[in-house]
């Protein structure tokens, strides 16, 4: 077999030997075309999944810091970051049976209130003297109280604080409602830990392909891994 | 060394340093996504907590939430316990004082209406040992091992903004990628927006 020497690689066209930049004698010289064209593809689907999910990645790492300084975030604030606003109040024109379950009491409320269609939760209060019904939306949630002695229903929206917003986006999940979109939300959460496995193993494979980086890069997986662990067995 | 290629270099080493972080990050999140399929692997009947002992404690609980802490540090120094806690009340005459530790599961329950303490050994559920290391973070510890975590934490999450930034420029400097790459970008950055809209 005759191995792939520079002549054959100035035969290529400007980008793709643009691709091979710096892929090192080893690969331009031993590996098979077939080789090579798998790993242009594993660099190239690498790229192209951090170019599609970059706002879900952009959000998980913004979120994380502002969960892990809550605190601060909480003097910002100059208190809780979670602060409500009373938006409306009204009699509900209805009545619900006794034995109603919460579930569906929120949602004719939702649906008297043009607020159905997303994902919400519902549950009596500590008193248990009134529905307390949470309309999850990611940029203004809405709180529903309901009290059956006098079907007042008050409406309350959440003030928009970043750092709540942040949150809120890292912790949306799906799967767990009626509701579609809620699951196509669980679906694109499902692609991104499915995409960054993926870059885990192919950054692995790009590393071993650049042979002046292996013993670095070896050195400093190894660290890592031992810094990792040590963790994992004192905290 | 060109900036190019210093930019391609931090980001190779960033993520051969971080890597196990990153692993750890997207594998824990597989149960966070499924909660409820993988809390049926454990619906055997078997008590996710068994009681080590109970005993008579008496200990006054007010009703503001905000000296949890400092009860927590309290009841665990009279057990001879110490270590990273969290403290949660499930309702407002009861307090869980949680250990905080990746390999064991142990907590306090104490009851101001009983006045009793138990302490209570957690079956370790491999799905929650994931879900445990995901979710740990933060400086409320005071402790120096866990105040490191929080910062490596922290450290992670710069290496993901950076990934990106410098992603985006190694990206740009393909001039044969930038049309399927904008489009592609823009692709991610409307579903995104979608969902945002109508979630």
Redesign the interface.
């Known amino acids: 077999m005759v191995p792939l020497g520079l002549g054959s690689q100035a035969a290529r066209t400007g ?1 793709r030997a ?2 091979f930049r ?1 892929r090192g004698v080893f690969a331009r010289q031993f590996c098979p075309q077939g080789v090579l064209m798998f790993s242009k593809l594993i660099r ?1 689907v690498h ?2 999944l ?13 979120s ?2 502002a ?5 601060f975030f909480r003097d910002m604030y100059g208190g809780e970051p979670v602060v409500w606003e009373k938006e409306q109040e009204q009699v509900y024109p209805g009545t619900f049976s006794e034995d109603a379950e919460p579930k569906s009491i929120g949602l004719a409320l939702l649906t008297h209130l043009r607020l159905d269609g ?2 919400y939760s519902a549950r009596r209060s ?1 008193d248990g003297r009134s529905i307390v019904v949470l309309r ?4 203004v949630p809405r709180r529903i109280t309901y009290t059956p002695a006098d079907r007042l229903v008050i409406v309350e929206k959440q003030l928009f604080r970043a750092s709540a917003f942040l949150e809120r986006m890292h912790r ?5 409602s009626e509701y579609v ?2 699951d ?3 679906v ?3 692609l ?2 499915v995409a ?2 993926f ?2 193993f192919s ?2 494979w ?2 071993w392909e ?1 042979k002046a ?1 292996r013993t ?3 050195v ?2 190894l ?3 031992g ?2 662990a040590m ?5 | 060394m060109t900036f190019d ?1 210093l930019n ?2 931090v980001h ?2 960033l ?13 824990s ?2 149960p ?5 399929y993988f809390r049926t692997l454990y619906d055997d009947g078997t008590p996710q907590w068994t009681q080590r002992f109970e005993r008579e404690y008496d200990l006054a609980l007010p009703e503001q939430t905000e000296g949890d802490r400092e009860i927590g540090a309290r009841i665990l120094q009279d057990l001879g316990l110490d270590g ?1 806690f969290d403290t949660y009340r499930p ?2 005459r009861t307090l869980f004082v949680s250990l ?4 064991n599961r142990t907590r306090v329950v104490y009851s101001a209406d009983e006045r009793r303490l138990a302490l209570q050994d957690g079956q370790l559920r491999w799905y929650e040992f994931l879900q445990g290391m995901h979710a740990r ?4 510890q005071d ?1 120096f ?2 105040d ?3 910062w ?3 450290f ?3 290496a ?2 950076f ?2 930034a410098s ?2 420029y ?2 740009w400097h ?4 930038r049309f ?2 904008s489009l ?2 823009a ?3 409307g ?3 979608l ?2 809209y ?2």
Not at chain 2, 18 to 26: K, Q, S, T, V
Not at chain 2, 32 to 36: D, G, L, T, V, Y
Not at chain 2, 100 to 103: A, G, N
């Open positions: 980008s643009q691709s710096g190239r790229m192209y951090a170019l599609f999910f970059m706002p879900w990645m952009l959000i998980y790492a913004l994380t810091i969960m892990n300084h809550r605190d997303g994902d500590p999850n939306d990611p940029v949306r999940r799906g799967f767990e979109l809620n196509a939300w669980g694109s959460v499902d991104v830990i960054m496995i870059w885990v950054g692995l790009m590393w650049l980086t670095l890069g070896a400093l997986m660290a890592g891994a810094l990792f963790f994992l067995f004192t905290i | 290629r391609r270099r190779l080493y993520a051969m340093f971080l890597l196990p972080w990153f692993f750890m990050y997207a594998v999140s597989i966070f996504s499924h909660a409820s990273a309702n407002p905080v530790e990746f390999q973070g933060g400086f409320r402790l091992l866990h490191a975590w929080a490596t934490v922290d992670v999450m710069v993901i903004l990934w990106i992603g985006l190694m990206w393909l001039p044969a990628q399927w790459g592609v970008l692709a991610g950055a579903s995104f927006v969902f945002l109508v979630l």
